[in-house]
C-alpha cells in the first residue's frame, strides 16, 4: 500500500495598513466549480457582502472557472485577511451547496472530500496567494494581469468581451455586474 502525503502550500499574510492585496485562490480540486453563471453570481455576491462586513475596497478581480484573483484594499488599519476572505468563501460556499442539496444532491458528489468533519468542499484549502502592494506600477500591473486572464486562457478575445471581471467596469462605470471602488485607488501612471 503506498501512502501519499498531501502538502499544502500556506500562505503568508500581511495585514499592513495601507497596502493593497493582490489575492488568488482556486476551486476544490482545481476543479470548474465557477463555469456556470449562478456559481459566478453567488461569487459576485459574495464580494459585496465581503466589501460591506469588512469596508473593502474592491479595486479589480476576475471569476475564472476553476479559480479567481482580486485587488482589494482594507480601509482600516486593524484587518485580518483571512476573516475578510473567509467571510467571501462562505457565502459562495453555502450557497453553492445549498443549491447542490436542494435542486441536485448528486452533484454533491464532485464537492466531497471523503472526510468526515469536512464532507464537502467548494474552494481548495489553504488561503491561496497573497501578496501585499502600495507601488503604483504594480496596481498597474496587477490590474492588467487580472482583466487579461480570461484572454490568456482562450476565454475570450478582448478582456472586455468577459462579463466575469471588472474590465467593463473600469472601461465604463456601471458596466460590470460589480460596482468597483476606482475612486479610491491612487492615480495609476
Given amino acids: ?18 497596502e493593497a492585496h493582490f489575492v488568488t485562490f482556486s476551486c476544490f480540486q482545481r476543479r470548474p466549480f465557477l463555469s456556470r453563471d449562478r456559481t459566478r453570481e453567488y461569487f459576485v455576491a459574495g464580494m459585496e457582502r465581503m466589501r460591506s462586513r469588512h469596508e473593502v ?11 479567481v484573483h482580486l485587488l482589494i484594499y482594507p480601509v482600516y488599519a486593524d484587518y485580518k485577511m483571512e476573516k475578510i476572505l473567509a467571510t467571501l468563501k462562505l457565502s459562495v460556499s453555502r450557497r453553492a451547496l445549498g443549491y447542490l442539496r436542494k435542486h441536485n444532491p ?12 469536512t464532507p464537502y468542499r467548494f474552494w481548495l484549502a489553504g488561503g491561496g496567494y497573497d501578496r501585499n ?48 471602488d476606482r475612486d479610491t485607488l491612487p492615480p495609476l501612471k
Avoid: C
Avoid at 475596497?57 to 479559480?67: D, K, R, S
Avoid at 448528486?106 to 468533519?117: E, Y
Avoid at 496587477?142 to 474590465?167: F, T
Avoid at 462605470?173 to 460596482?179: D, Y
Fill in 57 to 67: 475596497n474592491i479595486w479589480a478581480y476576475v471569476v475564472m472557472p476553476e479559480h
Fill in 106 to 117: 448528486a452533484g454533491l458528489r464532485h464537492l466531497s472530500t471523503g472526510q468526515v468533519h
Fill in 133 to 180: 502592494t502600495v507601488s503604483f506600477g504594480a496596481l498597474k500591473n496587477m490590474i492588467e494581469y487580472i482583466h487579461n486572464n480570461p484572454v490568456r486562457r482562450g476565454l475570450a478575445q478582448d478582456a472586455l468581451e468577459w462579463k466575469w471581471s471588472s474590465a467593463q467596469e473600469w472601461n465604463a462605470e456601471g458596466g460590470g455586474p460589480l460596482r468597483i
Fill in 1 to 18: 500500500m503506498v501512502v501519499r502525503r498531501v502538502y499544502r502550500k500556506s500562505r503568508r499574510t500581511l495585514n499592513t495598513e495601507g
